[in-house]
Each structure stands twice: as structure tokens, then as C-alpha cells.
């Protein structure tokens, strides 16, 4: 399984972002999918995750209500919407792919990691 994420770039803090995650294969749909995020010497954070099926959702605390994660199992393709950015939201995001039904929020859990998109807020 190979991801690929973009859609990462420079907004003004209050904007949105779109970010998706393409996924070769067709086997999409049998893997649960999120994003992490990691800014300059910190650790990489769980921003969210969604089943395989798209029926459940989880987030991270620090972007509940403002971001939406989800996925069209036609497409191969996971997005996450992101509202109300932040300048503390500047980080490297990165799409994941887990065997499980519902993705860890311990990115040592993920199976599959995509090449990561830079996304920067300005203040």
C-alpha cells in the first residue's frame, strides 16, 4: 500500500485547508485511515482517524470541531478539512493506513505512512 498526501500550504490563521491521502491498490477500503502531525522537536501528534467503513470518526483534542475527516472508498482517497486554522496547527501532516478497523492514535500502529505535507498558519 503506498499513500500519498497533498494538499498542504501557507494560510492566514482563521483559513482552511483540504488536505487528501491517495491510495494505491484496491484493497482501500479494507484499511482504516488518519492523519498525524509533526511540528520542529516535537513528537509526532494524532490529529484523527476513520474507520474502513467511514462510520466512525476520532480526533484529536486539540483539533475537535474544527477539523473533519473522511473518505470516499471509491475514490481511494482520504481528506482531511481543516477550519479555523491556527498558527500552532503549523506542522508536517501525515496520512496513515492500520489493518485494524479503527486506526491507533499511536503512530507506532499505523502499518503505512504517506510522504508527509507541509502545512503552515500565519498569525
Known amino acids: 500500500v503506498q499513500l500519498q498526501a497533498f494538499g498542504g500550504g501557507l494560510v492566514q490563521a482563521g483559513g482552511s485547508l483540504r488536505l487528501s491521502c491517495l491510495t494505491s491498490?484496491?484493497?482501500?477500503?479494507?484499511?482504516?485511515m488518519g492523519w498525524f502531525r509533526q511540528a520542529p522537536g516535537k513528537e509526532r501528534e494524532f490529529v484523527a482517524a476513520?474507520?474502513?467503513?467511514?462510520?466512525?470518526?476520532d480526533y484529536g483534542d486539540s483539533v475537535k470541531g474544527r477539523f473533519t475527516i473522511s473518505r470516499d472508498n471509491a475514490k481511494n482517497t482520504s481528506y482531511l478539512q481543516m477550519n479555523s486554522l491556527k498558527p500552532e496547527d503549523t506542522a508536517v501532516y501525515y496520512c496513515?493506513?492500520?489493518?485494524?478497523?479503527?486506526?491507533?492514535?499511536?503512530?507506532?500502529?499505523?502499518?503505512?505512512w504517506g510522504q508527509g505535507t507541509q502545512v503552515t498558519v500565519s498569525s
Open positions: 476513520i474507520s474502513r467503513s467511514g462510520g466512525s470518526t
Open positions: 491498490g484496491r484493497t482501500f477500503g479494507r484499511y482504516a
Open positions: 496513515a493506513a492500520g489493518t485494524s478497523w479503527m486506526l491507533s492514535r499511536r503512530p507506532s500502529e499505523s502499518n503505512y
